[in-house]
């Protein structure tokens, strides 16, 4: 390609599109203009917010982020070309903020109940189901009776999540002053202290729980897990009103990951069921 000293680069076609200009009608001219300017839209960025929340989301400390969430993000940008999806870190206690400050305008794997003002922000369907549930050391006598009352015992729990038992509030002093809690960064953090007998209670999200058995088989020979949830987990993606892609084009592309077997890679990945 040629460049103009004043213009920038110069198309090899630009003297045919000169002597279209010259000779065509206006219809025509009009629908030149239209297929260039087709031509050259430019994709959507669409910024999704992404907090610490294996398996979903896990950022290392480097700032890297891995997880199921960062595979949903890659087979979206694979399955259209009208929007790029990308990740815009942010963290438990700070992602509402940034959302507020429009920093980013969807989050995956969320819930309403979340802290999220519906008067802001639709939802997609629901398109993954799980938990979390509540861990203890294995030892002699000890039942899921144990977890009926859960008031009386130490806890570990992550900064910034929102818990069931505790109301969904997040506010670590409240936290505090309701319960004998250790607020940690990482869900293997928790396993760590609720192994060591640090604390009698964790409570961590089944998914990642199932997850870190395959990687350490012993572990399960050694905690006692609840039977039931803290709290039922219902994913959907909260999108800010107004924005596009809308809540219903995403149903439709996910849809399409969830069934279509190019993508089956990813629930294999993580032995989830959509």
């Excluded at 009608?25 to 959507?44: D, G, N, Q, W």
């Excluded at 929340?53 to 290392?60: E, G």
């Excluded at 398109?127 to 009352?149: H, P, W």
């Excluded at 940690?184 to 202290?193: F, G, H, M, N, Y």
């Amino acid at each position: 390609m040629i460049f103009s000293k004043h213009k920038g680069p110069i198309p090899p076609n630009a003297g045919i599109l000169k002597k279209i200009f010259k000779t065509s009608c206006p219809f025509v001219i009009t629908l030149l203009i239209t297929f260039v300017t087709l031509e050259a839209k430019a994709v959507e960025t669409v910024k999704v917010g992404v907090a610490h929340f294996p398996p979903f989301y896990d950022v290392t400390p480097d700032g890297n982020v891995k997880g199921l969430g960062m595979d949903v993000i890659q087979a979206l940008n694979e399955l259209q070309k009208d929007y790029e999806f990308v990740a815009v870190p942010t963290t438990p206690r700070r992602r509402h903020q940034m959302f507020v400050e429009k920093k980013y305008d969807m989050s995956f794997f969320d819930h309403l109940a979340w802290g999220w003002d519906k008067t802001q922000v639709d939802t997609t369907d629901v398109y993954l189901s799980g938990g979390e549930v509540f861990i203890t050391a294995k030892k002699a006598g000890r039942s899921q009776s144990y977890f009926n009352d859960i008031k009386d015992k130490s806890i570990a729990a992550i900064l910034g999540y929102n818990y069931k038992f505790a109301d969904y509030q997040t506010d670590p002093e409240t936290l505090k002053y309701m319960f004998n809690i250790t607020l940690t960064k990482s869900p293997e953090q928790i396993i760590k202290l609720v192994s060591s007998g640090y604390v009698d209670i964790g409570v961590i999200t089944k998914t990642y729980l199932l997850r870190y058995f395959k990687k350490d088989a012993n572990a399960r020979k050694t905690l006692l897990i609840s039977d039931h949830y803290d709290q039922s987990y219902h994913f959907r993606t909260i999108v800010r009103k107004g924005v596009k892609p809308s809540a219903d084009y995403l149903n439709q592309l996910m849809q399409v990951i969830r069934s279509d077997p190019s993508f089956a890679w990813i629930k294999d990945k993580y032995g989830i069921t959509w």
